[in-house]
């Protein structure tokens, strides 16, 4: 009999069924009918509808005849088993080849390395390492058919004088091998080791979001990296009392309606962490460390978790992670807790490059600007324009913007002009001057060594006016200068000079910004 005849006959079947009851209607008691598996969504919510069944709990639904085309399933699975691992089982069972099926069939009626009850135990037999290379499994059904197969006798003449039944046993018997319906079952190269955690991947989720509710289909709300609606896999970020776990969107409360009843000056968004595929374990971990003093055998269903109420300023949206990526999020809260630091951490980086980039490109069009002004207008905008300068400087390399700094700046198409307007407010408010020269007259002494004295001047040929020239600089005054910019050593008059020197050039090109350089502290 080939492998398809072997499970032909029960191939009327689904991949999985089960009668499913619920809690609740006039009698204390709903029957929601067979629902078949795996299901999507849609496929979940339908049903729960036709139910009258508003959500999932554990506890508040009861499981009963199982059918499938591997029968043997049927008898692991309980009473309570998780909508969402079943889905998984059916899914991966829909998976197997004809062959991989009888073999999974004889796996489970052998009784070799046989499951505790629970879909969840079904499912690690079903990863590769332990289905593969667990067990043996070939179409032998006695000692005999055994004997020549592991001889490899079978059109041999050469072994016409082995007793193939004697050899046959010996060999199971040493390898603990039994005869099923489908053939000979014996332990492998390894043993079935427990890779399944519990965390059913996203794909295989049907449960987590309630019965729709209709009315805010379609509501979106702006999370830190994107929008989010209805059914999106968010995570929250560190520093809140629910900071690196992971949840389902169920519905959104815009600000100003009347079911928005938080003082959240943003939207309310509802979220189910119980549906994002963590395992009880985990969940009541989660739940005794929020402080609620849980014991140990609450079921997760009752933990206030399955609607938590959050701003979408702490959520990351991460529905486009792939499964792997989406499963070592889950698998840990620090894992999760890195990962949205990241992603502020990007935003952050891109919006300052956003922002850096707009404040080049209004200095850009601000020098340009200046070529239009006359001469006499350049030097009397100089101070605007120095102001300008170090308003650029300073915010493009100077300066480390935070959040809230780079969304308020970001909302202007020249934050540049509004920093350098106050700026230039600051440099002309001469209030500040009378500081200044308090700090000169208590540097008194020193500043004498360092600038030149009207004593040390030539006196020209009227006898009475000081001819100041370079040559009056002493070469102490020099050491004031040793490590900045050789302009900066050039006397008042030689800068003047030269500025004028400028303008009567009539130069196309005015210098628009001050060459002196700033420090910023």
Not at 26 to 42: F, Q, S, W, Y
Not at 345 to 365: C, M, P, S, W, Y
Request: proline share 4%; net charge negative; hydrophobic share 35%.
């Amino acid at each position: 009999m080939s492998d398809s005849e072997r499970i032909g006959q029960v191939s009327d079947e689904p991949i999985l069924s089960v009668h499913v009851h619920f809690r609740g209607g006039n009698t204390g008691r709903i029957d929601a009918g067979r629902l078949e598996l795996p299901a999507t969504i849609d496929a979940f919510r339908e049903f729960l509808e036709r139910a009258g069944v508003a959500e999932i709990k554990d506890g508040n639904y009861r499981l009963s005849e199982y059918r499938s085309q591997c029968p043997e399933v049927s008898e692991f699975l309980g009473a309570h088993e998780s909508f969402d691992e079943l889905n998984m089982l059916a899914s991966l069972m829909g998976d197997l080849s004809p062959t991989e099926s009888v073999k999974l069939r004889a796996i489970l009626q052998s009784g070799l390395h046989a499951p505790e009850e629970g879909a969840g135990n079904v499912i690690n037999l079903l990863y590769e390492s332990n289905f593969e290379d667990a067990f043996i499994v070939c179409e032998v059904f006695n000692d005999d058919e055994l004997g020549k197969y592991v001889l490899n006798a079978e059109h041999d003449d050469s072994y016409d004088r082995v007793d193939f039944a004697a050899y046959g046993e010996r060999v199971r018997v040493n390898n603990g091998g039994v005869f099923t319906d489908f053939g000979y079952v014996s332990g492998g190269d390894d043993d079935v080791v427990d890779i399944y955690t519990g965390i059913v991947p996203k794909e295989y989720l049907i449960t987590h979001t309630p019965a729709p509710r209709r009315e805010r289909e379609g509501i979106k709300t702006q999370a830190i990296n994107g929008d989010i609606s209805i059914g999106d896999f968010v995570a929250v970020v560190p520093y809140t009392e629910y900071g690196g776990y992971i949840g389902t969107v169920i519905y959104i409360e815009k600000l100003g309606t009347s079911e928005h009843d938080t003082d959240n000056p943003t939207d309310d968004v509802h979220i189910n962490i119980i549906g994002a595929g963590y395992s009880e374990r985990q969940l009541r971990e989660l739940a005794q460390s929020l402080g609620y003093g849980y014991a140990e055998d609450t079921p997760y269903g009752n933990l206030p978790i399955d609607d938590i109420i959050m701003s979408p300023d702490e959520l990351v949206r991460i529905t486009e992670l792939d499964p792997d990526a989406y499963k070592k999020l889950v698998s840990s809260v620090a894992e999760t807790g890195v990962y949205c630091e990241q992603v502020l951490t990007d935003i952050q980086n891109q919006k300052t490059a956003e922002l850096v980039g707009r404040v080049d490109e209004n200095f850009a069009n601000y020098n340009k600007s200046l070529l239009s002004f006359g001469k006499a207008e350049l030097i009397e905008m100089a101070g605007k324009i120095s102001a300008t300068s170090d308003a650029h400087s300073f915010m493009t390399v100077y300066h480390g913007f935070d959040d809230e700094e780079l969304a308020f700046y970001l909302q202007f198409q020249n934050p540049l002009e509004i920093v350098a307007d106050a700026w230039r407010e600051r440099t002309i408010d001469l209030s500040d001057m009378t500081f200044a020269m308090n700090d000169i007259f208590g540097r008194r002494g020193e500043l004498q060594d360092m600038y030149p004295l009207m004593s040390e001047t030539a006196v020209s040929t009227d006898g009475k006016t000081p001819n100041i020239t370079d040559t009056d600089h002493r070469v102490k005054s020099e050491s004031k200068y040793a490590d900045t910019d050789p302009a900066s050593k050039r006397s008042m008059s030689e800068r003047i000079a030269e500025a004028t020197e400028k303008v009567n050039a009539q130069e196309p090109k005015p210098e628009p910004v001050n060459k002196n350089e700033k420090e910023y502290e």
